[in-house]
C-alpha cells in the first residue's frame, strides 16, 4: 500500500508544472496596450498583443451579430485583462457603433505552444 502511495506522489509531483519547476504564462491580454483584432469566422475573433515576449494571443467568441473583415473591431476590458463579460465594439463605415460582448476566452495554438516552449525552457536552465 505504500509503494502505491509513493507512486502516485511521483506521479502527481512530476505532471504538476507548479512542482516540476515550470509553469505556463498565465493567459493575459491587456487591451489597453497596442493589439490587432482580426475576425477569424462566425462570431470569432482573434485578439493579438502587439508587445510582449511571447505575445499574448486569445480567441474569443462573441454574442456580436454580423461580424466580418470590413468591420474594425475593439475591445475594452473591466480588468487588466480580456474576460468573459468584457466590451467588443464593431464599427464599419457609415454605421453605428455596435457594442457587444465576449462570451469566452482561450489561448490560440500558437500562444498555447510558446509559452509551453517558454516554460520548458525555464524549467532546462537552457
Known amino acids: ?34 493589439y490587432e483584432a482580426v475576425w477569424v469566422s462566425g462570431r470569432t475573433v482573434d485578439v493579438t498583443a502587439k508587445r510582449g515576449k511571447p505575445r499574448a494571443e486569445v480567441h474569443i467568441e462573441t454574442d456580436c451579430i454580423g461580424i466580418d473583415g470590413h468591420a474594425r473591431i475593439k ?23 455596435q457594442t457587444c460582448n465576449i462570451t469566452k476566452v482561450s489561448p490560440t495554438a500558437t500562444y498555447a505552444a510558446a509559452t509551453v516552449q517558454a516554460a520548458t525552457v525555464r524549467s532546462d536552465g537552457k
Open 75 to 97: 475591445v475594452q476590458a473591466r480588468a487588466v485583462c480580456l474576460a468573459a463579460g468584457d466590451i467588443v465594439q464593431l464599427k464599419r463605415s457609415g454605421d453605428p457603433v
Open 1 to 34: 500500500m505504500k509503494r502505491i502511495s509513493v507512486l502516485l506522489l511521483v506521479f502527481v509531483w512530476e505532471a504538476s508544472p507548479a512542482f516540476a519547476g515550470g509553469s505556463a504564462a498565465p493567459l493575459c491580454l491587456d487591451p489597453s496596450k497596442p
